[in-house]
């Protein structure tokens, strides 16, 4: 069983950045592939990034290439969401999620943990 806390979400004008935090609870995070989903008001949550146990590959959905940076420190249980230019339509809550057999890359829907989730809401 892993349990994942996100935190660091929060409001911000469009054009600023935010920084998300995941704290994950298990004795085997470092084999597990992460990512990050977000689920914006009245739609289908839907993937943003993941990142493999090693740190050495990461995935991006298009909308947020080049705008987000994920991240992961295996000696500290811990994976990050940095959100630089961020839009109105970035706002959503947004989901850490582990993948504890990582098996599939890039995996963008099959997570076997999930957190409660970090509101982020970005002001135009």
């Known amino acids: 069983q892993v349990q994942l806390v996100e935190s660091g979400g929060g409001l911000v004008q469009a054009g600023g950045s935010l920084r998300l935090s995941c704290a994950a609870a298990?004795?085997?995070?470092?084999?597990?592939?992460m990512g990050w989903f977000r689920q914006a008001p009245g739609k289908e949550r839907e993937f943003v990034a993941a990142?493999?146990?090693?740190?050495?590959?990461?995935y991006y959905a298009d909308s947020v290439k080049g705008r987000f940076t994920i991240s992961r420190d295996n000696a500290r249980n811990t994976v990050s969401l940095l959100m630089n230019s961020l839009k109105p339509e970035d706002t959503a809550v947004y989901y850490c999620?582990?993948?504890?057999?990582?098996?599939?890359?890039?995996?963008?829907?099959?997570?076997?943990?999930w957190g409660q989730g970090t509101q982020v809401t970005v002001s135009s």
């Open positions: 298990g004795r085997t995070f470092s084999t597990y592939t």
């Open positions: 990142i493999r146990w090693s740190g050495d590959s990461t």
């Open positions: 999620a582990a993948d504890q057999y990582g098996s599939r890359w890039p995996n963008t829907f099959d997570y076997d943990y």
